[in-house]
C-alpha cells in the first residue's frame, strides 16, 4: 500500500469516527488525488479552520475555482457547517477531508466524474 493509499485509508477513518459519515471511497480518492502534493506536506494537508484567510482561500481556491459555485454568503456558512461537522476542536483537520464533505455538502460529485 503506497502512502496516498495510506492517507486515503486515514481520511476515510476521520470521515466515519469524527464526521459520522460513511465515505464513498471512490469520490474520496478523487477528491485526495485532486488535492495534489499538498497530502504530503503537513502543513498543506490541513486546514486551520480558525484562520480567516486560510477559510478564504478554501472559498476561492475550492469552492469557487474548482466546484464553480458562485461567490456568496452561503460558502462561508457551508465552510463553517463542514468545520462544525469535522469538530473545531479537532486540531489536524485534513485538506481532504474538508473539500470530500463540501462536495457532498453542495451535491457537486460530477466534478470528479
Known amino acids: 500500500m503506497g502512502k496516498r493509499d495510506e492517507l486515503i ?3 476515510a477513518d476521520d ?14 480518492t478523487k477528491v485526495t488525488i485532486g488535492c495534489g502534493p499538498s497530502i504530503y506536506n503537513a502543513d498543506a494537508s490541513t486546514v486551520a479552520g480558525s484562520q480567516k484567510s486560510e477559510l478564504e482561500t478554501v472559498k ?3 469552492l ?6 458562485p461567490d456568496g454568503p452561503e460558502l462561508m456558512q457551508a465552510i463553517d457547517s463542514v ?3 469535522y469538530g473545531r476542536s479537532e486540531r489536524n483537520k485534513y485538506r481532504a477531508v474538508i473539500y470530500y464533505l463540501l462536495t457532498k455538502h453542495f451535491g457537486k460529485e460530477r466534478v470528479y466524474g
Open 15 to 28: 470521515l466515519r469516527t469524527k464526521c459520522g459519515v460513511t465515505p464513498d471511497m471512490d469520490l474520496l
Open 60 to 62: 476561492e481556491s475550492f
Open 64 to 69: 469557487m475555482k474548482k466546484l464553480g459555485l
Open 9 to 11: 485509508a486515514q481520511y
Open 83 to 85: 468545520i462544525e461537522t
